[in-house]
């Protein structure tokens, strides 16, 4: 995986952690009410792959959030 990647991914983990504390929930709430797996929710927090569309609309609506929530972040998506 290329390193702009996987830093995108972890900043994108660590927005969607925001977004829940911010929301005051958790990831068993997130995963039920989005209708998927927790391990799911856990493997974009911990940014270990990019979420799909399908994953982020089903966290969004978890989050009772507009996806592009989980957007809202600063990333420098610069030379490698």
């Known amino acids: 995986m290329k390193e702009i990647r996987k830093k995108y991914y972890i900043a994108f983990g660590q927005n969607l ?3 829940m504390e911010k929301n005051d929930k958790d990831v ?7 209708k998927i797996e927790p391990k ?3 493997r974009v ?3 270990e792959h990019g979420a799909s ?4 609309i089903s966290i969004a ?3 009772d959030v507009e ?3 989980l957007f809202d972040f600063k990333f420098d998506i610069g030379e490698e």
């Open 17 to 19: 952690q925001r977004v």
């Open 28 to 34: 068993m709430t997130v995963a039920s009410v989005g």
């Open 40 to 42: 799911g929710v856990y």
């Open 45 to 47: 927090l911990n940014g």
């Open 53 to 56: 569309l399908g994953t982020i």
């Open 61 to 63: 609506k978890g989050l």
């Open 67 to 69: 996806p592009k929530e």
